[in-house]
């Protein structure tokens, strides 16, 4: 029998109330088909201990099981020092651990962000990208999906300008089948 729902988790790697990558992820997620549903996860877990990686608070089994079940990831990194968050990579470490046991494995990974810089995220989803390699996580190359955040970026709806809005609805298009392919 085959599942008539695919659920998605979304990692937003930011703690801001106003964050432009929570609120582009929010936008992007309204773009997906009504066989899709996508779930936020709060990134902010305690810090990473090896010491206490068999004796998880309920928050980290809590993370750790619900990744567990989805059928696919969206990564939504900020850019900070050229590189991603702490808090989302604390919440990666905590995902793959302990050894053996990583609920990222096989996962169809997708990676995005936005910035107020020029580059928008690129250097950030790089580096994002050689983790989820290390990960085993399949990750969708194209389209890539980093934005500089000018005054186009949302409508005043909060929906997505009509340039981003095409941009996210081909990479929605293009996720949503590769999440297909690989729970084939």
């Known amino acids: 029998m085959t599942k008539s729902k695919h659920e998605i988790v979304v990692l937003v790697g930011s703690l801001r109330k106003e964050s432009l990558n929570r609120r582009f992820a929010e936008a992007l997620v ?19 201990n090896q010491d206490e990686e068999n004796n998880p608070t309920e928050a980290v089994a809590r993370f750790r099981e619900t990744v567990k079940a989805a059928d696919g990831v969206v990564f939504v990194t900020p850019e900070y020092n050229r590189s991603i968050s702490g808090v989302l990579k604390n919440a990666i470490d905590t995902g793959s651990r302990p050894y053996g046991q990583s609920v990222w ?21 790089q580096h994002l990208r050689n983790v989820l390699a290390h990960l085993d996580m399949p990750t969708l190359g194209q389209p890539e999906m980093f934005f500089y955040a ?15 809005g095409k941009l996210a609805q081909a990479w929605m298009d293009r996720y949503t089948a590769w999440v297909k392919r690989h729970a084939a």
């Open 30 to 48: 309204r773009l997906a088909p009504a066989d899709f549903s996508f779930r936020f996860l709060d990134v902010n877990l305690p810090l990473f």
């Open 105 to 125: 494995a096989g996962k169809p990974a997708a990676v995005m962000g936005v910035s107020v810089g020029p580059f928008g995220t690129s250097m950030a989803q």
């Open 150 to 164: 000018n005054e186009s970026l949302f409508g005043a709806d909060g929906t997505l300008g009509a340039d981003a």
